[in-house]
């Protein structure tokens, strides 16, 4: 098993949720890490708290030239590429009956599209580090909500992605894997007005109730999982449930 410390890791969407705690636990175990989203007084806010280890750059990961703008500013910080986190994402909800063209093509163009993108253009560089690349999928692939739909067939289309990279890119000994986080407190459904500021503890209080564990996890614990993925050498194309056992179909109530 390789080490975190020393590793040049990049996290697109580090300014809040999971990116920013996989960030802090890459800095916290000796990692340089670059981390990009569209908010400059977020992504600052967390290198500023982070300190010289976390190098911030405004960057929308669905703009080509922004993509290579954070690949290269990533190596000339770490020196090198080790691992991918491609976590910037957006949450997408509609009913059948209401779905809108234009929003279904601006998911995939956010959630999967850049992704697949990014990765693309890192593979040089992580071929010369035995790199990883780990998506960030979701349990709505193992428990159907309804007018989730647009979301849920985005992280869908990240697992089978996840397999065909794997496969395609385990002769370079680049490892490609996807973990499928359960219900974190984050931004998410706050920037997609799934629910508003007053709402959240009783939304997350009545979540939590559908993971077996009986709470929803934190950022932290996803990060875990996310590091073992990026330092384990034999493990590649899996799609890691990190979920307190909502997928299980079980519940607390």
Known sequence: MKLIEGMSILVTGGGSGIGESCAEY???????????????????????????????????????????KLLD??????????????????MY??????????????????????????????????EKTDGAIVFIGSTHTRRAFP?????????????GLTKVM??????KNIRVNCVLPGAVITELNLRAGVIKESEVEERYASVAKLHALGRVGTGTEVAESISHLITSEWVTGVAM???????????NF
């Open 26 to 68: 890459f800095v916290n175990h000796g990692a340089k890490v670059t981390i990009c989203g569209r908010r400059e007084e977020k992504i600052f806010a967390v290198s500023e708290k982070l300190g010289a280890l976390c190098k911030p750059v405004v960057a929308d990961v669905t703009d080509f030239s922004d993509r290579q």
């Open 73 to 90: 500013a990533c190596i000339a910080h770490g020196g090198k590429l080790n691992a991918l986190v491609n976590n910037a994402a957006n």
């Open 93 to 126: 909800r509609s009913s059948i009956e209401e779905y809108s063209e234009e929003v279904l093509k601006d998911a995939f163009n956010t959630n999967v599209i850049s992704s697949m993108m990014l990765s693309s253009i890192a593979v040089p560089h992580l």
């Open 147 to 159: 007018g989730a739909s647009p979301y849920a067939t985005t992280k869908a289309a990240l697992e």
């Open 166 to 171: 794997a496969a395609e890119l385990g002769p």
């Open 241 to 251: 449930e990190v979920d307190g056992g909502i997928g299980l179909g079980v519940s």
